[in-house]
T-cell receptor, first 112, second 114 residues
Framework: DAKTTQPPSMDCAEGRAANLPCNHS???????VYWYRQIHSQGPQYIIH???NNETNEMASLIITEDRKSSTLILPHATLRDTAVYYC?????????????FGKGTRLSVIA | ETGVTQSPTHLIKTRGQQVTLRCSSQ?????VSWYQQALGQGPQFIFQ???????GRGNFPPRFSGLQFPNYSSELNVNALELDDSALYLC?????????????FGDGTRLSIL
């Protein structure tokens, strides 16, 4: 079972920041937080991952709380092309053959 | 850099038939994982291949089997197809099993069982 909890759906106005929350209250010290998204009819696309520090790349920012029990993915200026299902996943580092365990994710709708 | 490619993109089969799906990993990646995604659900792990051997398996019956080739490409074989096997089958590659580097996915094969 997935170790994360996400809201099933969210709306965001185009051009505004989209803030997608994820609860992972049982995360252990050696587990990373990964974010993927899946646009309709495509495979999951990697966005960002982090352990305990905040991370930023060209797609998004990842904010992890100090206790690591929750995180927020931030898309700074959402566009219509960001409409997708967003998955938050925790996975141990150096985990051998441990797979990604997906939940149902958050369906983000960006509205013009 | 070449991404993960899967073939075919769509396939229709009938119950009891067998199917083979193919995956070419991203360049520089030697580990391939397969996932099944039913409609409205997140992907579910089937198995992983590394160095041409199965390196981990999810809760799928033995009629789901695979291969990995020396060039790191992979096949997923499903025998005795059932209606519930209708799904999107996804392949993902990564540099090493358990690497902290992310897995990268192809766009999948949509399998429909009639």
């Amino acid at each position: 079972d997935a170790k994360t909890t996400q809201p099933p759906s969210m709306d965001c106005a185009e051009g505004r920041a989209a803030n997608l929350p994820c609860n992972h209250s049982t995360i252990s010290g050696n587990e990373y937080v990964y974010w993927y998204r899946q646009i309709h009819s495509q495979g999951p696309q990697y966005i960002i991952h982090g352990l305990k520090n905040n991370e930023t790349n060209e797609m998004a920012s990842l904010i992890i709380t100090e206790d690591r029990k929750s995180s927020t993915l931030i898309l700074p200026h959402a566009t219509l092309r960001d409409t997708a299902v967003y998955y938050c996943i925790v996975r141990a580092r150096n985990s051998g053959n441990t797979p990604l365990v997906f939940g149902k994710g958050t369906r983000l709708s960006v509205i013009a | 850099e070449t991404g993960v490619t899967q073939s075919p993109t769509h396939l229709i089969k009938t119950r009891g038939q067998q199917v083979t799906l193919r995956c070419s990993s991203q360049s520089g990646h030697n580990t391939v994982s397969w996932y099944q995604q039913a409609l409205g659900q997140g992907p579910q792990f089937i198995f992983q291949y590394y160095r041409e051997e199965e390196n981990g398996r999810g809760n799928f019956p033995p009629r789901f089997s695979g291969l990995q080739f020396p060039n790191y490409s992979s096949e997923l074989n499903v025998n005795a197809l059932e209606l519930d096997d209708s799904a999107l089958y996804l392949c993902a590659s990564s540099p090493l099993p358990g690497s902290n580097q992310p897995q990268h996915f192809g766009d999948g094969t949509r399998l429909s069982i009639l």
